[in-house]
Each structure stands twice: as C-alpha cells, then as structure tokens.
C-alpha cells in the first residue's frame, strides 16, 4: 500500500513512526498529504486507511508481545467529513 501514499511522510514499518520527522504515522504532514491527494474520495481515503490501520495494529501488536495495540483512533478519527 505504500505506493499509494503521497509525499515524503510515510511509515517506517513495523513501528509506525513517520520516516522524515519520527511522530506516530499518519504525522500531521501525512494527513495533509492525503486529505491533498484523495481530495473528494472521502471513501477511498477511508478505504486506504482502514487497511494501514489494521497492518499497523499487527505489527505494533507483534511488537508488543501479542499486547493488542488499537491505532483506529490515530489512524481514522481525524478523517471527518466537513459540517455542511
């Protein structure tokens, strides 16, 4: 999925920390990206990210010895459609 991702702010498998400023992935840089590139394909955002989340809570789970780690939060909830 990697490919799919715009810009220079893309995970660091498996910790999930953003390659260029080392914050939890998706950085504020990346979600700027994303929100940029799918623009008005708020599913297809969703889609992407709803993936990323659960590779991320595998390995972040993997990581923790099998502790689960839910990221849906980080990786979902900033994702809202505008107030209209």
């Given amino acids: 999925m990697t490919g799919a991702l715009p810009g220079r702010h893309t995970p660091l498998r498996p910790i999930w920390l953003c390659r260029v400023d080392a914050n939890p992935w998706p950085?504020?840089?990346?979600?700027?990206?994303?929100?940029?590139r799918y623009g008005d394909d708020l599913p297809?955002?969703?889609?992407?990210?709803?993936?990323?989340?659960?590779?991320?809570?595998?390995h972040l789970t993997q990581l923790d010895n099998g502790r689960r780690i839910d990221v849906t939060d980080r990786f979902l909830t900033w994702v809202r459609p505008p107030d209209r």
């Fill in 27 to 36: 950085c504020g840089e990346a979600k700027l990206a994303l929100l940029a």
């Fill in 44 to 58: 297809g955002l969703l889609a992407l990210l709803t993936g990323l989340s659960a590779e991320a809570t595998e």
